[in-house]
């Protein structure tokens, strides 16, 4: 199972960006993504997680300007950022949660290398 992360990239305080995640491999199931994100110098930190079902949970420094999406046809996650802050300025990943696959196997805690988003005051 990969995971590729897209959409990143240089921004504008008070824009917007779309970042997307596309699980690939032998992928039968996904019971939930999320997104993550690691700022220079700090730790990474939980963003938000979307459950196959479409219920989406975010952390509280979010503050209504982040919305988390998926598309299980397609196993993809999308993360739609608006009114940008350069504090979001950070490399984002994607976490894919207990994976089945067609042959039968699960795991969990699948990731991605990231997408860089860099936001400008």
């Known amino acids: 199972v990969q995971l590729q992360a897209s959409g990143g990239g240089l921004a504008q305080a008070g824009g917007s960006l779309r970042l997307s995640c596309v699980a690939s491999?032998?992928?039968?199931?996904?019971?939930?993504m999320a997104w993550y994100r690691q700022a220079p110098g700090k730790e990474r930190e939980w963003v938000a997680v979307?459950?196959?079902?479409?219920?989406?949970t975010y952390a509280d420094f979010v503050k209504g300007r982040f919305t988390i999406s998926g598309d299980n046809a397609k196993n993809t996650v999308y993360l739609q950022i608006n009114s940008l802050k350069p504090d979001d300025t950070a490399v984002y990943y994607c976490?894919?949660?207990?994976?089945?696959?067609?042959?039968?196997?699960?795991?969990?805690?699948?990731w991605g290398k990231g997408t860089l988003v860099t936001v400008s005051s």
């Open positions: 491999g032998n992928i039968f199931s996904i019971a939930g």
């Open positions: 979307i459950s196959r079902g479409g219920i989406a």
């Open positions: 976490n894919a949660r207990y994976v089945v696959t067609t042959g039968g196997n699960s795991g969990t805690d699948y």
